[in-house]
């Protein structure tokens, strides 16, 4: 396997924090630190932020993605937000089946499925998040369950749509709790998710196939994390409000 047949990829995942003017000032201070990234730098802002942020990241190299999109082009949705409007403003990236999605909102692998579908239809990069509770890491059943949610959530992508996707995998027992994976327990499952994609596709699409780590990366773990053969990129929470911290971040996976 070789890690330079794939781009880096760094992404922000602001979650629900920042309003529009607190964005501005965020992105403000990430442009400057960020402009030499050799990897692809993305931020994940609420979507009430998009605007803001795109007006922020105008004439910078760093990408705005939204956090959900719904799975229909228009209808009696209520609160939901379509992936053509999403592109409509210009946003190039989204999450989708974040472990908080999937734990406080509904939502499963059959809906992830539908949700990255109209995504791609509608031109989007989509980071699909994987991954796995506590409980079922120690029942050892961490490949199995990574595996299963990739394939339910890649039914009926094309090989040629696979190339806007990304996946992010995020123990959950590591999401927002300062609990890292070590690096080899996420360079292991990264690994998994890789041989799933050529099963899936084949060994080509596999070998540029982008998988990030998520769960607690900061500016101080992300050097080990990012040198795994497997992981080529991070979806950062916490650290991702931090212009310093996110920026080392990105250092981290250029030089990994
Ligand atoms: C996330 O929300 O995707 C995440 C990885 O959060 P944190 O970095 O805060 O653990």
């Known amino acids: ?135 079922q890491r120690e029942q050892g059943i961490t490949e199995e369950l990574v595996a299963l949610q990739t394939k339910i959530a890649l039914l009926g992508v094309t090989k040629e749509e696979l190339s806007r996707v990304i996946i992010a995998y995020e123990p959950i027992w590591a999401i927002g709790t300062g609990r890292t994976a070590t690096a080899e327990q996420a360079g292991e499952v990264c690994g998994a998710i890789r041989k799933v994609i050529a099963a899936l596709y084949d060994k080509q699409a596999a070998e540029a196939f982008t998988i990030q780590y998520g769960g607690s990366m900061n500016a101080k773990n992300a050097d080990e994390l990012l040198t795994q053969t497997d992981v080529d990129g991070g979806l950062i929470g916490g650290a991702s409000l931090k212009a310093a911290d996110f920026a080392e971040i990105i250092r981290a996976a250029t030089e990994g």
């Open 1 to 135: 396997m070789n890690k330079d047949l794939r781009k880096a990829v760094i992404a922000g995942n602001w979650k629900m924090n920042k309003n529009p003017e607190q964005t501005k000032i965020l992105l403000g201070e990430v442009a400057p630190l960020v402009a030499n990234a050799k990897c692809d730098v993305v931020a994940c802002v609420p979507f009430l932020d998009l605007p803001a942020a795109l007006e922020a990241a105008k004439g910078t190299n760093i990408q705005i993605g939204a956090q959900n999109c719904h799975w229909e082009e228009s209808g009696a949705y209520t609160g939901e937000i379509a992936a053509n409007m999403l592109t409509s403003i210009g946003v190039t990236y989204v999450i989708i089946g974040h472990s908080e999605r999937r734990t406080y909102f509904g939502e499963t692998d059959e809906t992830v499925n539908k949700r990255i579908r109209a995504a791609l239809n509608a031109g989007l990069t989509v980071i699909l998040c994987v991954g796995e509770t506590l409980e």
